[in-house]
């Protein structure tokens, strides 16, 4: 992808072309689409991983797992599931005065949505975002990292020779001027951006001043609970994947491990141990070989974004959940455990928009699970369901053979007015107060289906 200069007018202009007969397909079709897609990224497999690789250098597991399955589950979930999901929704009138109509919502696409992603996660989170967008009927102008033009070119390359039109994505400039141009781009509809929160919230404002909503996935400083009762040597190594997963270079790094006091002095022990043996892939925007770090928390309430990770003890319930929402973040967080129904009570009440018990992050490669933070962490979720929600625009519409008038149309006169509000005892009264009213007004609701005719 080229860095030069380029009107985002046309790159738009291009893209709805493509969209505009796009959305006309049947979601059985744009899915079929989405299930060849599936199959192009298991035949490129390894290409696709040694892209990401050289332009991030990290491990081939981390590129295997946490992008092409990512990837592959996200498309073939949509495959799945995106005409039902989007289908005309029935809504049932119960109201008595509104016996005469039929309803449903339907969910339309916006058109033409603009995509700013990261260098951290360069081909998963691009995939699923343009994915996500493409199934609801959108075209899409996509931003990547200039750090990682090539593993975003795979996400376009793999959805064309799966069978999506030509022009339906579209792929801008790497550079900060492309970015900063997409926001303010009057033909995008809809913006989804991932990155800082500094970056996010200029997006956000920007994009705010012409009235184009956005959908903000940004930094995180995840809480990690472990109580004493935890199996620990699991909990160590789930610390030590979640706080030093890609060099630390992951919105859902656990920067924040809260252990029980009784398990504090073994834990950290082990995972200081265990902390010593990883080699690092380097940091991509600094080249710097960094080692896995423990350090005595709390730190300062900013995203780290490298290999650190800060410990600190906690007692009972209350004071974990005290210490876990102590942040202006709200991304994720996990809760070790043996006791399942602890686990399910300390995690309703922390501030994430993800909990994990026993784990951490694996939803993210789950095609189903919504991804999104809360508080400083952004707005809006990607993936499954809701992330299809956020890709479309919400359409109430009825259907009314028009035989009735409603009794409230113009001309007003007292006696309507004063059998309206009698009316209001017969329609939301409660049990038997209902029936003693539409006997006491019964000459108000004679009024009212007069007017009516």
């Not at 979601?27 to 490129?44: F, G, K, M, S, T």
């Not at 995939?127 to 795979?154: C, D, M, Q, R, Y």
């Not at 994947?241 to 890609?246: G, H, R």
């Not at 991509?284 to 650190?308: I, N």
């Amino acid at each position: 992808m080229a860095t030069s200069a380029v009107r985002t007018d046309s790159l738009v202009a291009a893209a709805r072309a493509a969209q505009e007969q796009w959305e006309r397909r049947p979601p059985a079709q744009r899915a079929d689409v989405l299930r060849e897609a599936v199959r192009v990224i298991r035949r490129h497999a390894d290409r696709i991983a040694d892209t990401v690789i050289a332009e991030t250098a990290k491990p081939r597991t981390e590129a295997i797992a946490n992008e092409l399955y990512a990837a592959a589950d996200h498309a073939q979930w949509l495959s799945r599931n995106v005409e039902r999901v989007l289908r005309d929704e029935p809504v049932p009138v119960t109201q008595l005065h509104l016996k005469m109509k039929r309803a449903w919502i339907v969910y339309e696409p916006f058109g033409v949505v603009g995509a700013i992603t990261p260098w951290n996660v360069p081909f998963a989170i691009p995939f699923g975002v343009v994915a996500t967008a493409i199934a609801a009927g959108n075209g899409v102008v996509l931003k990547p990292s200039e750090h990682t033009p090539e593993s975003a070119e795979w996400v376009v390359r793999v959805l064309e020779e799966a069978g999506m039109p030509l022009g339906l994505v579209q792929p801008a400039p790497c550079d900060r001027e492309a970015g900063e141009a997409l926001v303010a781009e009057p033909g995008i509809a809809k913006l989804f951006f991932t990155g800082s929160v500094a970056v996010g919230r200029k997006v956000a404002a920007a994009a705010g001043a012409r009235g184009c909503p956005v959908v903000l996935e940004l930094g995180g400083r995840d809480a990690m609970v472990v109580f004493a009762d935890a199996d620990v040597d699991r909990a160590v190594e789930g610390a030590a994947f979640a706080s030093f997963l890609n060099a630390g270079q992951a919105c859902v790094s656990a920067e924040r491990l809260f252990v029980e006091r009784p398990l504090y002095d073994e834990f950290r022990r082990k995972l200081e141990q265990f902390a010593q043996t990883l080699e690092l892939a380097p940091l991509v925007l600094t080249k710097e070989v960094r080692p896995a770090e423990v350090v005595d928390g709390p730190l300062p309430d900013e995203e780290l974004f490298a290999p650190v990770v800060a410990i600190e003890t906690f007692d009972g319930d209350d004071d974990a959940v005290r210490r876990a929402n102590d942040t202006s973040f709200g991304l994720g967080a996990s809760v070790w455990t043996r006791d399942l129904e602890r686990a399910d009570r300390v995690a309703r009440r922390l501030d994430a928009g993800m909990v994990w018990v026993n784990d951490f992050g694996y939803s993210f490669a789950t095609g189903q699970a919504p991804w999104g933070g809360t508080k400083a962490s952004g707005f809006g979720r990607t993936s499954g369901k809701h992330g299809l929600y956020e890709c479309v625009q919400v359409k109430y519409m009825d259907a009314d053979r028009g035989r009735m008038k409603p009794g409230w149309w113009f001309p007003y006169d007292d006696r309507t007015a004063s059998a309206l509000r009698n009316t209001l005892d017969v329609l939301y009264g409660e049990g038997f107060e209902r029936a003693r009213a539409a006997w006491r007004h019964r000459r108000d609701l004679v009024h009212l289906a007069k007017r009516s005719r």
